[in-house]
C-alpha cells in the first residue's frame, strides 16, 4: 500500500481534473453558445472520472469523491484517520481545479456559468433535489463498491469504465435538475472560488447520505463470505 501522503496526491489531483474538465465543459459549452449539450458535459464528467479512478485506482483507491470516500467507510475498506485525510485533498482538489479555470475563462463567462457550481433549476424543490443526489449518488458508490472495492469485482479487467459511466449517466438524467453532482468537492470548489453558495447543503447531505447507504448496503449483504452450497 502507498504512504497516506501519496495516496492523498493522487486524490488532489485526480479531484482537480474532474473539477478543471467536469466544470470546465460547462464554462466551455457558453462559450461555444450551447452546442456542447448535456451529452456533451456528462461525457466530459464520465471521461475523465474513468480516466483518474483508473490511473489513481492502485494507488489510492480513486475514489476522487468524499460520498466514495464515505462509502468506504462504512464498508470499513478505509480507516477514520485516512479517510479524513482523503476528504482534506478531495476538497484542495475541488478548489485548485476551479481556481485553474478562473485563468482559462473570462469573468464574464465564469459569471454567466456560475464556475460550473452544480444548481436547482427553476421549479425543481429543495426535497426533490435532495432526494436525485441521494439518489443519484447510491448508484455511483454502488457500482465502486461492486467494481473496486470487493476483491470478487471487475476493476482490474474494467478499470473505471463502469464507474465514469454511472456518473455520465446520472448527469444525462439529471443534470438538468440539479446538476447532478455526486460529489461535495465537485460542488464545494466552484461554490468557494465564485461564492455560489445557494442551496450549498444539499450537495454535501445528499452524496454523503447515498454513499454511505451504498457502502453499508454493499457491505452488508455482498461483502460478507458467500456461504459454501
Known amino acids: 500500500m502507498y504512504p497516506l501522503s501519496r495516496r492523498a496526491i493522487a486524490e488532489f489531483i485526480g479531484t482537480l481534473a474532474l473539477v ?7 464554462l466551455a459549452d457558453r462559450v461555444a453558445g450551447g452546442q456542447a449539450s448535456l451529452v456533451g458535459i456528462a461525457l466530459a464528467h464520465g471521461f475523465t472520472v474513468a480516466v483518474m479512478v483508473s490511473a489513481f485506482g492502485h494507488v489510492s483507491g480513486g ?16 480507516s477514520p484517520g485516512d479517510a479524513v485525510v482523503y476528504w482534506i485533498a478531495q476538497l484542495a482538489g475541488g478548489v485548485g481545479g476551479a481556481l485553474l479555470l478562473t485563468a482559462v475563462f473570462d ?31 447510491f448508484f455511483l458508490v454502488l457500482v465502486v463498491c461492486a467494481t473496486a472495492m470487493d ?6 479487467i474494467v478499470a473505471g469504465i463502469p464507474i465514469g459511466l454511472v456518473v455520465a449517466f446520472d448527469i444525462l438524467a ?6 447532478a453532482s455526486m460529489n461535495p468537492a465537485r460542488t464545494f470548489g466552484p461554490a468557494l472560488v465564485g461564492g455560489y453558495w445557494a442551496n450549498h447543503w444539499i450537495y454535501w447531505v445528499g452524496p454523503l447520505a447515498g454513499g454511505a447507504a451504498a457502502g453499508l448496503l454493499y457491505s452488508t449483504f455482498f461483502l460478507r463470505r458467500a456461504e459454501p452450497a
Open 151 to 156: 476483491p470478487r469485482g471487475a476493476f482490474t
Open 174 to 179: 439529471g443534470g438538468p435538475l440539479t446538476g
Open 63 to 78: 475514489h476522487i469523491n468524499p460520498a466514495v470516500t464515505m462509502g468506504a467507510l462504512v464498508a470499513k475498506k478505509i
Open 107 to 137: 469573468a464574464a463567462t465564469r459569471q454567466a456559468a456560475s464556475l460550473g457550481t452544480p444548481g436547482l433549476a427553476a421549479g425543481v424543490t429543495t426535497g426533490q433535489g435532495l432526494v436525485f443526489e441521494i439518489a443519484a449518488t
Open 20 to 26: 478543471f474538465i467536469g466544470a470546465g465543459s460547462i
